[in-house]
């Protein structure tokens, strides 16, 4: 990401081509990962709130990429869930009358799977993520994957039954971490 010094500050000043490349390059995949996520319009939000917080930290000198890009987007998404559990507690307390806090746990255990299951397709290879991702989150049909990536349906559905080996592979070694 190209920084342009201001002339009369230290403070550096973004330079607008690098950073339309950077979100043009960048904002598709920001938002499918939210997006798949949280739903529509929280991946939208999020969206905007990587990019916004993309731009204060080139401001700050840090050298944003899309690496960077998409580990904000992560945090961001487990943020956006964490907020939702304190509200739906704060909820239960209120409607649910006396002694009816919910255990710390409970509604954590589907976060929880979910992390993981995060946590596995981050181990996996770009192929193998973008291809269980689309067509089991996006609903994407081995022909309409054939189509976008200009492979026959037969190769996608190979590459489908390696993917979800390669998951099933790493989802039993987090399960036997977790044991």
């Known amino acids: ?15 607008a081509a690098s950073f339309d490349a950077l979100y043009r390059q ?6 499918r990962y939210a997006a798949s996520r949280l739903g529509i319009e929280e991946g939208e939000d ?13 401001r700050d000198g840090v050298q944003v990429n899309g690496a960077w890009l998409m580990a904000v987007t992560k ?13 739906e507690r704060k909820l239960h307390l209120i ?17 929880m799977d979910r992390q993981k299951v995060l946590d ?8 193998h993520r973008l291809l269980l991702m689309l067509h089991y989150i996006d609903g994407f049909t081995a022909n309409d994957l054939a189509e976008l990536s200009g492979d026959s349906p037969s190769a996608i559905e190979s590459a489908l ?11 039993s070694t987090v399960e036997a971490k977790n044991a």
């Open 1 to 15: 990401m190209a920084l342009l010094p201001a002339e009369d500050s230290a403070a550096p000043v973004l330079d």
């Open 26 to 31: 960048n904002v598709g995949d920001i938002y």
């Open 46 to 58: 999020v969206t905007a709130e990587v990019f916004h917080a993309a731009i204060r930290a080139i």
């Open 75 to 87: 945090n961001k998404v487990i943020d956006h869930w964490r907020r939702l559990e304190r509200r």
């Open 95 to 111: 409607w649910g009358g006396e002694g009816s806090q919910p255990e710390p746990h409970e509604g954590l255990f589907a976060a």
């Open 120 to 127: 596995v397709l981050d181990q996996l290879s770009e192929r």
């Open 161 to 171: 039954a390696r993917a979800r080996r390669a998951f099933r592979s790493h989802w």
